[in-house]
T-cell receptor, first 110, second 113 residues
Framework: NAGVTQTPKFRVLKTGQSMTLLCAQD?????MYWYRQDPGMGLRLIHYSVGEGTTAKGEVPDGYNVSRLKKQNFLLGLESAAPSQTSVYFCASSRVYEQYFGPGTRLTVT | QQQVKQSPQSLIVQKGGISIINCAYE??????FPWYQQFPGKGPALLIA?????SEKKEGRFTISFNKSAKQFSLHIMDSQPGDSATYFC????????????FGKGTKLSVIP
């Protein structure tokens, strides 16, 4: 099992550009999450999904959109990137409590 | 907002010593308390977890102590090793109806030889 995988690993965007981060899990988990990690801020929840076709806002949802068209995939979109969105993004999945994290995507917005 | 407060922000321990990281919470509805370990360039990984009906849980050199009345829990790393150098996050989960973990801000542990 690959667990949770994230694509891409690194990306540099210019302000105003758009991109989509892909998360895939092969553990048949119902719940999936997107976090951002910034120095001194810990992990902050952006959006999450409790099942295929459902999404909900987390703590810091502004500027991001998500979709969960298939149970195994959870996409995070940035429609118009801003320098404040420079961060490391982690996807996670869980059956209930125990969240399994992907390796992260380092995004820089210039 | 539900919060988990973690301290210290950073910790330096000599090899063989005991590392102690503390967390405090306010929401008494939290009913699951995991600790995550994160190495540089990697995603967080579940290390150990406890429920509030248990006062202590031990797995190898890692122990969670839980004080329900004080609303505090802590991670103890016995015989700390340089390979334990990482960032540690405590977290808390509200049970029924919630699907989210609330994380502390992390503690960067450095174990020096």
């Amino acid at each position: 099992n690959a667990g949770v995988t994230q694509t891409p690993k690194f990306r540099v965007l210019k302000t105003g550009q758009s991109m989509t981060l892909l998360c895939a899990q092969d553990m048949n988990h119902e719940y999936m999450y997107w976090y951002r990690q910034d120095p001194g801020m810990g992990l902050r929840l952006i959006h999450y999904s409790v099942g295929e076709g459902t999404t909900a806002k987390g703590e810091v949802p502004d500027g991001y959109n998500v979709s969960r068209l298939k149970k195994q995939n959870f996409l995070l979109g940035l429609e118009s990137a801003a320098p404040s969105q420079t961060s490391v993004y982690f996807c996670a999945s869980s059956r209930v409590y125990e969240q399994y994290f992907g390796p992260g995507t380092r995004l820089t917005v210039t | 907002q539900q919060q988990v407060k973690q301290s210290p922000q950073s910790l330096i321990v000599q090899k063989g010593g005991i590392s102690i990281i503390n967390c405090a919470y306010e929401n008494t509805a939290f009913d699951y308390f995991p600790w995550y370990q994160q190495f540089p360039g990697k995603g967080p990984a579940l290390l150990i977890a406890i429920r509030p009906d248990v006062s202590e849980k031990k797995e190898g050199r890692f122990t969670i102590s839980f004080n329900k009345s004080a609303k505090q829990f802590s991670l103890h790393i016995m015989d700390s090793q340089p390979g334990d150098s990482a960032t540690y996050f405590c977290a808390a989960w509200v049970g029924a109806g919630s699907y989210q973990l609330t994380f502390g801000k992390g503690t960067k542990l450095s174990v020096i030889p």
